[in-house]
């Protein structure tokens, strides 16, 4: 078995370097939802100009956007996490989370 440091050794003798990238939140945006990584692990390898990212954490899908986060905020006039608490007891429907919210003020 290989120690770190000579592993190392070998991956930039093949021309492989790798990089640790500091990071709180990751976000994929797709089509119909994104995909959020919390407390991520970010690891950039180069392998001769191919540029590969390896991410673990902890992964949540979301089927809302900003702009739906923002809106809730505004409407209900509450915090941005709160927004995203009610997005996410709705399942991303913009009018239900307003109503769990007023529904909660009462």
């Known amino acids: 078995m290989f120690d770190p440091r000579q592993m190392e050794k070998v991956?930039?003798?093949?021309?492989?370097?790798t990089e640790e990238i500091e990071?709180?939140?990751?976000?994929?945006?797709?089509?119909?939802?994104?995909?959020?990584?919390?407390?991520?692990?970010?690891i950039k390898t180069d392998m001769k100009g191919q540029?590969?990212?390896?991410?673990?954490?902890?992964?949540?899908e979301m089927s809302y956007s900003e702009e739906d986060i923002k809106m809730v905020s505004e409407q209900a006039s509450i915090s941005r996490e709160k927004?995203?608490?009610?997005?996410e007891k709705s399942?991303?429907?913009i009018a239900e989370a307003i109503m769990i919210i007023k529904s909660e003020e009462q």
């Not at 991956?11 to 370097?17: F, P, S, Y």
């Not at 927004?83 to 997005?87: D, F, N, Q, S, T």
């Open 11 to 17: 991956m930039k003798q093949m021309g492989i370097r």
């Open 23 to 42: 990071a709180t939140e990751v976000i994929i945006k797709g089509a119909s939802k994104n995909i959020v990584i919390r407390s991520p692990s970010v």
């Open 51 to 60: 540029v590969m990212f390896q991410i673990t954490g902890n992964v949540s």
């Open 83 to 87: 927004a995203i608490e009610a997005l």
């Open 91 to 93: 399942k991303g429907d």
